[in-house]
């Protein structure tokens, strides 16, 4: 095309960006890979090929590795990682510098290897992914900095074995190996096959910056060498970023490990524009949405979701945007959308639209190269909610669509998910903006923007999108643990006895639920003994169809994540000046149910627990996030939902409050296991919560053993997040059940806590999850 061609028709003319220097460092390395172990290169064998998307041609050859270089991959982790760690912030943040610096003189390179072998346009590797990994080790050098200041009670993990996909090859593994080196930990990271190299020329990076051999490893391979790494014993902690399937298959191999775990998963995230919106904006928000990285990105907006009285014009609008779209060569600086990242996934997405008879399908009208892996932007309308391209994560760039009538029928229709990643909203009304955004269940919500990221926002969803955070302040979390040795928690069972009653009058409690005493399913109770042998009483034995009606009326009680911490504070209040007011019965039972004599202190630890809550309860507030955009990330703290807990055996009536008060606190609504020995404290203090104002189903006590309604909790698909604190270890058994509906757990791996001292901010940190709204300002 000659210029004066171009000036004439307007069109834009090619504009290549040049692959030499990528081919050259290719070329360099003898186009072939080995694994990056221990600061060195492994000899290289030809198992699989890497290509490029856009025309077929092999790239270089890459190594499978084996289990034994697995093995050496993470002995080498392991053994450089206390040096690591000791070498302290300061030094960690000089090395993480050094890193970014280095990414950000190398960017070009970056930026065009990754083109190359992932398929996307080199404007979004170049403007997009390489700088936001050099964001991220800037911001993680400062966390490495800050470390000691900020999070004096917190260490490293230890070991982090780090498996990310193929769609944003180094972004995805800056957003883990940054924070997890800056925490002190060392990192053994699986590139996906389709896009090893730039996680390749990272290791090269790493080297040139000075990071001690064994710090960074990096192994290729596929799904198998995945695996391997989930599966070696001497991990302390699986970083996931990829499909559900997969996450939730780590989640029930883990189970039981005591590896740590945070899965970033899929999704399939609503874009909705309401009929106020600025139509040419959400238009071209939507380019960005489902189209940028040929809608091969997890949080694509790729469920639009129009207001009726638009749609007509807003689909007419949003074709012959897409008419306008350029595919081709992806180094072509002016091209909009380039290639899907392998045969396999565009025949996937060719399967999946074919096969797809529901509503209208429109292709855009656009030039098809003729060769390599390329799909036309694709809209399909008229989709029922229920419908499986509505549903299904198709990971191209096909846009499903519907429309809706109020913003209830948006909130209704955009949750109508099992994933809870992200969402876009466009209006120009600020009001109806901010009251909907809390309403979505996702993990980052965009007001009129979309597809906004940053290293000081965390992102990561809820449900079946995983859990766990990446960036800010609550993306390290996954990367620390408490310091401190832990000690064993030795099983505590039932005392036994032959004794009669102590209270001859029969008062056999029973279960709490939705504010309700109520007899337990199966009819059958226990007796319960002191020290002594005396009965004490009888406790009710809880079974799966308890659990459920216990669930059931927690969901019930949705109003009060509604309510204000103010309001909350209050209940929680009333509650220890009514437990304070019976504090010597209380104790009386403590003593007489352990045999012990420090029932009184226990009550009043447990009062001032309810008291250390009550003041969190409107304090422990999100944040606004200074993001690099005229705008402010709000980091919005929210509650979890239902949580259910298998409660401490040897604290009682500490060990239940200790758990349940923060839990309330941040709006959860909770399903109580007592202590399993112990449990008539428990059903005392339902007494206490009945004369407390706490509403019906928001706090629910059952009573039976940990081991048998451990499952029914973890399986249940309405419970949100389940914590074990029993002193019988339920670990394999709530990780495992719990991959049903990828609910958060916390358990405690057979490690005794000490509930007299006061760790409420782990426990509010467990009770919420934190939604990052984004506001972009100015006209
Ligand atoms: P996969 O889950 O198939 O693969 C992800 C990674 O896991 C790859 O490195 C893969 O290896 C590896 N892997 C495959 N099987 C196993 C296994 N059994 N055990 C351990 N590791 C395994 O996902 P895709 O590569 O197809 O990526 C697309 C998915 O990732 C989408 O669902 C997308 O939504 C999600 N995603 C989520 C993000 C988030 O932040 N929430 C961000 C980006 C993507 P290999 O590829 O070599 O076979």
């Known amino acids: 095309m000659t210029v004066k061609e171009i000036f004439e028709s307007m069109d834009y003319g090619p504009a290549p960006e040049s692959a030499a220097d990528a081919l050259a460092w290719i070329v360099d390395q003898g186009a072939a890979f080995g694994q990056f172990i221990n600061g060195t290169w492994t000899e290289p064998r030809q198992d699989f090929q890497s290509k490029n998307p856009a025309n077929g041609e092999t790239l270089a050859d890459l190594t499978q590795a084996s289990q034994d270089e697995i093995d050496a991959a993470v002995s080498a982790a392991r053994k450089a990682q206390p040096k690591w760690e000791k070498l302290g912030g300061h030094g960690r943040a000089k090395t993480l510098y050094a890193i970014a610096r280095l990414l950000q003189k190398h960017s070009r390179l970056f930026a065009v290897l990754e083109t190359l072998d992932n398929g996307k346009p080199i404007r979004e590797s170049r403007d997009i992914d390489i700088p936001l990994v050099q964001r991220h080790f800037y911001y993680h050098a400062g966390m490495a900095q800050l470390m000691e200041s900020e999070l004096p009670d917190a260490q490293a993990l230890g070991v982090c074995g780090q498996i990310v996909p193929w769609n944003f090859p180094l972004l995805m593994l800056a957003w883990k190996v940054a924070p997890a080196l800056a925490m002190g930990n060392t990192v053994v990271l699986k590139p996906a096959e389709y896009t090893s190299l730039t996680a390749l020329l990272f290791a090269d990076i790493c080297h040139q910056a000075g990071v001690p051999a064994g710090v960074v490893n990096i192994v290729t391979g596929d799904g198998a060498v995945g695996e391997m790494i989930t599966a070696h014993p001497d991990i302390d902690k699986i970083a996931f970023t990829g499909s559900t399937d997969v996450g939730r298959k780590i989640r029930q191999s883990t189970a039981g490990s005591g590896k740590a775990l945070t899965l970033e998963l899929g999704g399939k995230s609503p874009y909705i524009v309401f009929d106020d919106a600025d139509i040419d904006s959400a238009i071209e928000g939507l380019v960005d949405a489902i189209w940028f990285n040929q809608g091969q990105v997890c949080c694509a907006g790729s469920r639009l979701l129009v207001q009726e009285g638009i749609a007509d014009r807003f ?64 809209l399909i309308t008229g989709l029922a909610p229920s419908a499986r391209l509505m549903q299904e994560e198709i990971f191209g760039p096909v846009l499903v669509s519907t429309t809706f009538r109020t913003p209830a029928e ?29 309403k979505l269940v996702a993990g980052v919500v965009w007001v009129n923007a979309t597809n906004l990221f940053d290293a000081a926002a965390g992102f990561g969803g809820t449900r079946e999108s995983g859990f766990g955070r990446e960036g800010g302040w609550e993306g390290l979390a996954a990367y620390t643990k408490p310091k401190g040795a832990t000690k064993p928690l030795k099983p505590l069972a039932a005392l036994s006895g032959d004794k009669g009653p102590v209270d001859p009058l029969d008062r056999t409690p029973k279960l709490y639920i939705g504010g309700k005493q109520t007899r337990p399913d199966g009819g059958y109770s226990r007796a319960v003994y002191g020290k002594t042998g005396a009965l004490l009483g009888q406790a009710p034995i809880a079974n799966r169809k308890d659990v459920r009606n216990a669930v059931e009326a927690a969901q019930a009680a949705k109003g009060w994540s509604g309510t204000t911490g103010h309001l909350r504070a209050q209940i929680l209040y009333y509650i220890a000046e009514n437990l304070s007011a019976r504090a010597g019965e209380f104790a009386s039972r403590l003593n007489a149910l352990t045999g012990g004599r420090s029932g009184a202190k226990e009550v009043d630890t447990a009062i001032q627990r309810l008291f250390t809550c009550a003041a969190w309860a409107d304090k422990y507030d999100g944040q606004a996030h200074g993001v690099p955009i005229r705008g402010v990330a709000l980091a919005m703290k929210e509650p979890v939902g239902v949580i259910g807990a298998l409660c401490p055996d040897e604290a009682p009536l500490l060990g239940l409050v200790s758990v349940m008060a923060p839990a309330i606190a941040m709006g959860n609504r909770v399903v109580l296991v007592a202590s399993d020995p112990f449990p008539l404290a428990a059903t005392d203090f339902y007494q206490v919560l009945e004369t407390s104002d706490v509403p019906a189903g928001v706090v629910n006590i059952l009573t039976g053993p940990h081991g048998d309604l451990a499952k029914p909790l973890a399986g249940h698909m309405d419970v949100d997040a389940l914590w074990s604190f029993s002193s019988t270890d339920l670990a394999a058994t709530i990780e495992r059940e719990s991959a049903g509906n990828l609910k958060r757990t916390w358990v405690n791996n057979g490690a005794a806590r000490n509930w007299s001292h006061d760790d409420s901010r782990a426990f509010l940190q467990a009770s919420t999850e934190i939604k990052n709204i984004w506001i972009p300002y100015g006209e």
């Open 315 to 378: 689909y007419t609008r949003l074709k012959a945007r897409m008419d306008g779209l350029r595919l081709g060569n992806p180094l072509d600086k002016c091209i909009d959308v380039g290639a899907v990242v392998d045969p396999v996934q565009l025949q996937t997405i060719t399967d999946m639209v074919s096969t797809n008879t529901d509503g209208e399908t429109y292709h855009a009208n656009v030039d098809m190269p003729v060769e390599g892996c390329f799909y036309p932007p694709t």
């Open 410 to 438: 948006a909130v209704a229709l955009a949750n109508n998910t099992r994933y809870g990643l992200a969402a876009t909203l466009w209006s120009e009304n600020i009001n109806l903006a901010l009251d909907i955004a809390p």
